[in-house]
């Protein structure tokens, strides 16, 4: 099935310092979203780059796509513990007329202050 | 979490009986998706609804059920049939931006059956 894998699945970092994480998906997508999930809650969507986008940015947040190798990565700087949490990779699906997502494996990220 | 509640938090059910999880969203949202979450794991769709009185399968829709009689509202039973039910779940919901659905989630219901 169509599915984002992230990469790696856990990153351990010190605070200040830049945490990059993959998301490989197979199949053409029209665009691709980030989610945060702090533990034991919801995810929180981050950012949306759509298929003809190379590059976003949203605060400390810099999500890159690069859809002839059908993968997206996502930079957070100057990390801070807050930033503790697991990283999702959602490409779309367009099936029987309606839209869905599906979700990759996770990043689980821990910054240590 | 978006204007979306989940209750309750925390379940507790024995084997062999139907349990009925709660999803309410007050934010004008047609689309409303039901996934479960397993320990270290991504997102699995159960069902999802695009419009009232209507919903479609997802992935791992077997021992499930939904219902979507209010565009507010979309429970999820999980019924005996469901091997192995205790799992995290997420609700969702979203509107059309653009072609584009980004998707808001509920807390989370854990589900624990013993």
């Known amino acids: 099935s169509q599915q984002g894998e992230e990469d790696p699945q856990a990153l351990s970092i010190q605070e200040g310092e830049n945490a990059t994480m993959n998301c490989s998906y197979k199949t053409s997508i029209n665009n691709l979203q980030w989610y945060r999930q702090n533990s034991g809650r919801g995810l929180v969507h981050l950012i949306l780059i759509r298929s003809n986008e190379r590059e976003k940015h949203s605060g400390r947040l810099r999500v890159t796509l690069d859809t002839s190798k059908k993968s997206s990565s996502l930079l957070i700087t100057a990390s801070r513990a807050a930033d503790t949490a697991s990283y999702f990779c959602?490409?779309?699906?367009?099936?029987?007329?309606?839209?869905?997502?599906?979700f990759g494996t996770g990043t689980r990220l821990k910054v240590l202050a | 979490d978006g204007g979306i509640t989940q209750s309750p938090k925390y379940l507790f059910r024995k084997e062999g009986q139907n349990v009925t999880l709660s999803c309410e969203q007050n934010?004008?949202?047609?689309?409303m998706y039901w996934y479960r979450q397993d320990p270290g794991q991504g997102l699995r769709l159960i069902y999802y609804?695009?419009?009232?009185?209507?919903?479609q399968k997802g992935d791992i829709a077997e021992g499930y059920s939904v219902s979507r009689e209010k565009k507010e509202s979309f429970p999820l039973t999980v019924t005996s049939a469901q091997k192995n039910p205790t799992a995290f779940y997420l609700c969702?919901?979203?509107?059309?931006?653009?072609?584009?659905?980004?998707?808001?989630f509920g807390p989370g219901t854990r589900l624990t059956v013993t």
């Open positions: 609804s695009q419009i009232v009185n209507d919903f």
């Open positions: 969702a919901s979203s509107s059309r931006d653009r072609g584009v659905y980004e998707q808001y």
């Open positions: 959602a490409t779309d699906a367009f099936t029987s007329g309606t839209y869905k997502y599906i």
């Open positions: 934010l004008n949202h047609d689309a």
